[in-house]
């Protein structure tokens, strides 16, 4: 079944606003809130390592035991290991938390990435 033009039309606006919206969203969040209220405690240094390391490498190792190999795994692997995600954010925004713990672990993983994904590469090519 197909949608009527008009529906269809609108429904491709509202989805490519989507991302902007999101990031105005976690600009201002961060725009707002003082460098000293930005702290990275055992919890959030946790977070970090499971979600840029262990996860990533954990996912490496079960799909090269089911039997991907080549540009699929690459891709999982690269999907896994990429930053915490801005969803963290605006779900915190969204049930009305602090908003500091989750803009600290998005900023840092962001960072991190850039250290952990290639880490994540070369530890799971020591595997194949």
Known sequence: MKLPSLLSQIIDYISSINTPVSMLVIGNSL????????KINRSILMSLFLRNLIYPLV?????QSLGLTGNPLST??????????????????QSRG?????LALMGTSTLLSLFTIPAVFLISNLFT
């Open 31 to 38: 725009a707002n809130i003082a460098l000293k209220n930005f």
């Open 59 to 63: 996912t490496a190792l079960v799909m």
């Open 76 to 93: 999982m692997i690269l999907m896994m290991a990429c930053p915490v995600g801005g969803m963290v954010v605006l779900f915190t925004l």
């Open 98 to 102: 602090k908003q500091e713990p989750a």
